[in-house]
């Protein structure tokens, strides 16, 4: 389909870009397109003005200073899967970006975008509740910091405001013992999800659960943070007692699980289940839904505890 007649504005600057922003009605902001084209194809946006953003100089940066990793508004997809940094020290990002869509979509999508669009169905939303990231907007009146937790609101809509861009997001780096996973069920390969789950933990030295993030993808009308499922995991000791060094060697074998770690994990699991409100559509009932995300999330789990078991760096930048 073609999208309906839009003017188009590419301004060079960020104040260039918030001044069009607060002259013109009924603009919306693009940087990389991959959601918002579709969008306009299908009529489900009809903006009289497009802003892009792709040619400001400044906005792609990524990289960790200051106990954070910055994320610019223009950092692509491609760019995610090729940093070194996010491999070694973030997988749960890794695994994020490379399960969206395809190659020719991530040389063009942002992370940024993917978030600000809103789109509970998007992968890095459940991601970022997972990581407890910052989100800083950008507007007439200066910056912003906006915690994950207050910035979805609902179906495509987020707490950014009129003549506001979400030019940076910040992720927590993570400590010792820290590691993270992203698993989605799709139909095909770069489809949305049917469902997905986001963890990341923080273990103590003696194996036990210091800190739990659940993020869940296309299970309700918001991105959702299974806050109730975080609560089981903390305080859980996970890992066999006498420290980690010795399960590191195991931990690509059982990932040296405590006793009682199965049944940790498994009433994880089924409370982030019962945080979820999914549609049934083509992708499955309600009941199956619900049961992929206790699946998922099961297996989130090990995998990211295998990983925060074998991670032993401090906190970078």
């Known amino acids: 389909m073609i999208p309906p007649q839009f003017d188009y504005h590419a301004p060079g600057s960020l104040d260039e870009a918030l001044s069009l922003l607060g002259s013109l009605d009924d603009a919306k902001v693009m940087s990389g397109g991959q959601s918002l084209l579709p969008m306009l194809k299908l009529r489900l946006a009809t903006p009289a003005n497009i802003v892009d953003i792709g040619r400001i100089p400044g906005l792609d940066q990524l990289g960790e200073e200051g106990g954070f990793l910055h994320i610019g508004a223009l950092v692509t997809e491609t760019a995610l899967e090729e940093d070194a940094t996010v491999a070694a020290r973030y997988p749960i990002l890794l695994d994020t970006a490379k399960v969206i869509a395809d190659p020719l979509v991530r040389n063009r999508a942002t992370i940024c975008g993917n978030v600000a669009h809103g789109d509970p169905a998007n992968d890095h939303p459940a991601t970022m509740l997972a990581l407890r990231a910052q989100m800083v907007a950008t507007g007439p009146d200066g910056e912003r910091t906006i915690g994950v937790d207050d910035f979805f609101h609902g179906l495509f809509m987020t707490a950014l405001a009129d003549g506001e861009i979400l030019t940076e997001i910040r992720i ?139 991670a032993n760096s401090p906190a970078g930048g």
């Open 172 to 310: 927590p780096a993570p400590g010792a013992h820290t590691g993270g996973a992203y698993l989605k069920l799709e139909r095909k390969v770069g489809d949305y999800a049917v469902a997905g789950s986001a963890v990341q933990l923080t273990l103590d030295d003696g194996g036990t659960v210091t800190q739990a993030g659940i993020g869940l993808t296309n299970l309700g009308f918001a991105p959702i943070r299974a806050a109730a499922a975080e609560e089981v995991l903390t305080g859980a000791r996970l890992v066999e007692r006498g420290g980690l060094r010795g399960a590191i060697d195991k931990v690509r074998d059982a990932f040296a699980r405590a006793p009682d770690a199965d049944d940790v994990i498994a009433a994880a699991a089924q409370a982030a289940a019962d945080a979820t409100d999914p549609v049934a559509d083509r992708r499955g009932s309600v009941e199956y839904k619900r049961n992929m995300a206790r699946v998922l999330t099961g297996r989130a789990i090990r995998k990211a505890l295998e990983r925060a078991a074998a």
